[in-house]
């Protein structure tokens, strides 16, 4: 199983970035699929989800209206678009995937752990 997520970089604050996620190995159609992030000295934190049908999508407070998640089902990817961006936006962003019994059941979407698989992660550097 590997997801190798992409499309990180830097950008001047306001500016747009769009991260991809290519998901192989397996079937990810029971699994949510997530972007969490890192900030230097600071704790993981999650970001973005969804379903493959689409049908189930939340938000980081943080980053709603301003994130969108999506998916390209052919291309077992997922996407992250990241708009207006901000300074305190810069980390490194993590996809990750997790059952989705586990997660739907307990509402556990926003919870890193449980999360089964997770790529390697791609920067993201906004400047003021």
């Known amino acids: 199983v590997q997801l190798q997520a992409s499309g990180g970089g830097l950008v001047q604050a306001g500016g747009s970035l769009r991260l991809s996620c290519a998901a192989s190995?397996?079937?990810?159609?029971?699994?949510?699929m997530g972007w969490f992030r890192q900030a230097p000295g600071k704790e993981r934190e999650f970001v973005a989800c969804?379903?493959?049908?689409?049908?189930?999508?939340h938000y980081a407070d943080s980053v709603k209206g301003r994130f969108t998640i999506s998916r390209e089902n052919a291309k077992n990817t997922v996407h992250l678009q990241l708009n207006t961006l901000k300074p305190e936006d810069t980390a490194v962003y993590y996809c990750?995937?997790?059952?989705?019994?586990?997660?739907?059941?307990?509402?556990?979407?926003?919870?890193?752990?449980?999360?089964?698989?997770w790529g390697q992660g791609t920067l993201v550097t906004v400047s003021s």
């Open positions: 969804m379903t493959w049908s689409g049908r189930s999508t």
């Open positions: 990750a995937a997790g059952p989705l019994r586990t997660i739907l059941g307990g509402s556990y979407y926003y919870k890193s752990d449980a999360y089964s698989y």
């Open positions: 190995g397996r079937t990810f159609s029971s699994y949510m």
